[in-house]
T-cell receptor
Framework: ELKVEQNPLFLSMQEGKNYTIYCNYS?????LYWYRQDPGKSLESLFV?????AVKQEGRLMASLDTKARLSTLHITAAVHDLSATYFC?????????FGTGTSLTVIP | DSGVTQTPKHLITATGQRVTLRCSPR?????VYWYQQSLDQGLQFLIQ???????AKGNILERFSAQQFPDLHSELNLSSLELGDSALYFC??????????????FGPGTRLTVT
């Protein structure tokens, strides 16, 4: 069965600090997605990574994809409180989407 | 606002009952996806429709069924409900389906509580 693992599951970080969330998956997939979910809300698409070596940045978030290592990272630079949310990665090996367990991020002032 | 609408927002029903959740995709999107989110099992893909036809099936129980209508809205039918079916059900849409699908836009969800 395909597995998508994120770590850490919970992350508490101070404002201004940097950190990386990791997403490992167990099957071949050349596309990977990152989503954000605020408590009680729906999912918001952050990044779509479509090929090996893809890197995308939006504000303080940067995502990358290494399909050979089956690894994606979501790097947070100089965290601010507004980034507090749960972050999910998802892979699409072919017509289905498999989501990671989610990383709950809390940014402390 | 993603442009995807779901009704109802909340639903409370008893075990053994049947409910229908409705989803309207963004204008122009042909693909609709259904997901279940629960504390126990996280986010799970249930089923995908593309332009009225079933395109992919995930962890959808036999008690659940879905369809996409000619106007592209979709309904998810849940029958013989059990306590464990209590969850948040999301619908998402994208422009295309299959390997051409890129970004998905999620609706606000329907929170189902089975008592």
């Amino acid at each position: 069965e395909l597995k998508v693992e994120q770590n850490p599951l919970f992350l508490s970080m101070q404002e201004g600090k940097n950190y990386t969330i990791y997403c490992n998956y167990s099957t071949t997939s050349d596309r990977l997605y990152w989503y954000r979910q605020d408590p009680g809300k729906s999912l918001e698409s952050l990044f779509v990574l479509l090929s090996n070596g893809a890197v995308k940045q939006e504000g303080r978030l940067m995502a990358s994809l290494d399909t050979k290592a089956r690894l994606s990272t979501l790097h947070i630079t100089a965290a601010v409180h507004d980034l507090s949310a749960t972050y999910f990665c998802a892979v699409d090996p072919g017509n289905q989407f498999y989501f990671g367990t989610g990383t709950s991020l809390t940014v402390i002032p | 606002d993603s442009g995807v609408t779901q009704t109802p927002k909340h639903l409370i029903t008893a075990t053994g009952q049947r409910v229908t959740l409705r989803c309207s995709p963004r204008s122009g999107d042909l693909s609709v996806y259904w997901y279940q989110q629960s504390l126990d099992q996280g986010l799970q893909f249930l089923i995908q429709y593309y332009n009225g036809e079933e395109r992919a099936k995930g962890n959808i129980l036999e008690r659940f069924s879905a369809q996409q209508f000619p106007d592209l809205h979709s309904e998810l039918n849940l029958s013989s409900l059990e306590l464990g079916d209590s969850a948040l059900y999301f619908c998402a849409s994208s422009v295309q389906g299959g390997r051409d699908s890129y970004e998905q836009y999620f609706g606000p969800g329907t929170r189902l509580t089975v008592t």
